[in-house]
């Protein structure tokens, strides 16, 4: 199990999967913060870097491909997990070449969640 201080950021415009996957974070052991929009959590990265970040691939103002190529663009690596309700054609070879650590579909199973999160910050 990951230590107490191991943060992973969640990003997605629905409130009830931020609060669902916050639950499930917390409940396995993990420290989870959330946000309601990319740029919100780019504004966050100047008080602390996520160990992990799980970002929807469809928001309205930024989408999590975007939000990965920003964290690209300014120098910030953090192991990033994309989820979508929506596969798209072509999405997942996108984000993967992005630098995705994982291309997860909703709904998502939690043993298969954590074992991205594990895999992604190197606790396998």
């Known amino acids: 199990m990951p ?6 950021a969640i990003v997605d415009d629905d409130a009830g999967v ?3 996957l916050a639950r499930l974070l917390r409940a396995s052991s993990f420290e989870a913060e ?4 990319g740029p919100a959590f780019l ?3 100047r008080a602390r870097i996520p160990d992990c970040l799980i970002a929807d691939l469809q928001m309205p103002e ?4 975007q939000l990965q190529h920003q964290l690209a663009r300014s120098g ?11 596969d798209e054609v072509g999405a997942l070879e996108r984000c993967m070449s992005a ?3 994982a291309y997860l579909l909703k709904p ?17």
């Open 43 to 45: 504004d966050s990265l």
């Open 76 to 86: 910030i690596k953090i192991p990033t997990i994309i989820i979508t309700a929506h």
């Open 18 to 20: 931020r609060k669902g």
């Open 62 to 65: 930024m989408t999590g491909l």
């Open 99 to 101: 630098g995705a650590s």
């Open 3 to 8: 230590g107490p201080t191991e943060c992973i």
């Open 108 to 124: 998502l199973e939690l043993t298969v969640l954590i074992a991205a999160i594990k895999a992604a910050t190197g606790h396998t």
């Open 34 to 37: 959330t946000f309601e929009s």
